[in-house]
């Protein structure tokens, strides 16, 4: 089937949608899956490189800026990533995607085309933080309406705020495409939603409060959408569930729980961030690198052998922040967690990918926070992630052949 393509104008959520349509993210069975510890697309193993943009609906409301959406979408289908993880929220605020409870603006909401990149999308439905919303915001809100709040862990609890982000989840998933006419919740571009990104529970690091969340918010998505895929959205800290594994911590937790929280039935994958430059700061790189290494074999045995679901590694990066960096720096790390992503996918089935923090267009300083790519300026790196993407799409190649 044809993509729609060159569509002269359009604003913002999902200017991602439907841009990454091609023939195979089209096709009536194209939804990816998952069968024990592997994704699968129409039936054979779906492997993977991707990349985070988070900012590309708060970027495509204005139109002198959508250029760059589609420029950062042909520059990744180039260097063969195929999976784009974004935010599908925008609280309050500046360019606000919901303005206030149930109130959206439906300039933000309408989709663009981009053209043919067959790249997939995971996508955030809030935030831990205040960045464009979340959290603070429903709390803001709440108390507002005049709801006794006695802080932002609340948001896990009230009543009242868990309806403001059930409205949300109900409305971004039913959302008509203004241009396609299908509901996101029906269209396979969409590989997952994520509940929220980066949970965290300061009055309970257990991981209770926030599995009670994820208990009730996680049947709630499938309710309304059974097809998408769903991850909690976590950076992969372990809780009290099996205190033995708080070893691989950096040191501290932050109220979630890898294990018990990825072991919620309508939860299809695990996810893990890593940040040893900020989790480990006063280490060395070797340090660091051999924390990252323990972080991804120990979630992976677990994400085999207890949880029996996928792992994704959904943010990884390295800063130019850092006293140390420099590109070689950055491209030796990221061949290192690369390295490591294709061998255990390879060894161990369970690994579906990596994404890496975070690719940006030209001109876009604004949004730099010492993590950003610009494909078309950072030669060296773009080697490293193409050489990734080979290396990925030739695993799947092989395991769909043994598998056929």
């Not at 955030?124 to 933080?129: A, C, G, R, V």
């Not at 290494?293 to 130019?320: C, N, Q, Y």
Request: hydrophobic share 35%; with cysteine; aromatic share 12%.
């Amino acid at each position: 089937m044809a993509c729609l393509r060159n569509f002269s104008c359009v604003l913002g959520l999902l200017v991602i949608v439907t841009s990454v349509c091609d023939a195979r993210v089209l096709s009536p069975s194209g939804f990816v899956q998952v069968r024990g510890t592997r994704f699968v697309l129409n039936g054979s193993p779906f492997l993977f490189n991707g990349f985070n943009s988070y900012w590309m609906m708060h970027v495509a409301v204005e139109p002198s800026d959508r250029t760059k959406v589609s420029s950062v979408f042909r520059e990744a289908s180039a260097a063969g990533l195929t999976v784009c993880r974004t935010w599908a929220f925008s609280d309050g605020g500046d360019r606000a995607l919901q303005v206030s409870p149930g109130v959206y603006d439906e300039r933000v909401f309408e989709v663009s085309t981009a053209g043919r990149h067959g790249i997939r999308l995971i996508l955030s439905l809030s935030n831990n933080y205040h960045d464009f919303g979340g959290r603070p915001q429903y709390i803001q809100w709440a108390r507002k309406a005049g709801v006794p709040i006695n802080n932002v862990d609340d948001f896990y609890t009230n009543a009242v705020i868990k309806g403001y982000y059930k409205n949300h989840v109900k409305r971004v998933l039913t959302r008509l495409n203004s241009i396609t006419r299908v509901a996101y919740r029906d269209d396979p571009t969409i590989m997952a939603w994520e509940l929220i990104n980066e949970p965290r529970c300061q009055v309970d690091y257990s991981g209770n409060t926030v599995n009670e969340w994820a208990q009730e918010m996680a049947p709630y998505v499938k309710s309304i959408d059974n097809k998408h895929l769903l991850g909690i959205g976590m950076e992969g800290f372990y809780g009290n569930f099996m205190p033995s594994r708080k070893q691989y911590n950096p040191g501290y937790q932050v109220g979630t729980d890898y294990i018990k929280n990825n072991l919620i039935r309508e939860i299809d994958f695990a996810t893990i961030h890593a940040y040893p430059d900020i989790w480990l700061s006063g280490e060395d790189e070797n340090a660091q690198t051999v924390f990252v290494d323990r972080w991804m074999e120990s979630h992976l045995a677990d994400a085999k052998t207890i949880i029996r679901k996928p792992l994704v590694f959904t943010e990884f990066g390295k800063s130019k922040n850092d006293p140390d960096y420099s590109p070689s720096v950055r491209d030796s790390y990221m061949n290192t967690v690369y390295s490591d992503i294709y061998n255990l996918a390879r060894n161990g089935g369970a690994f579906g990918g990596g994404l890496v923090w975070q690719v940006l267009a030209e001109g876009m300083d604004s949004y730099k926070d010492g993590y950003g790519i610009v494909l078309s300026e950072d030669g060296s790196t773009r080697a490293v992630i193409s050489q990734q993407s080979n290396k990925m799409a030739s695993l799947e190649h092989a395991l769909s052949a043994h598998h056929g």
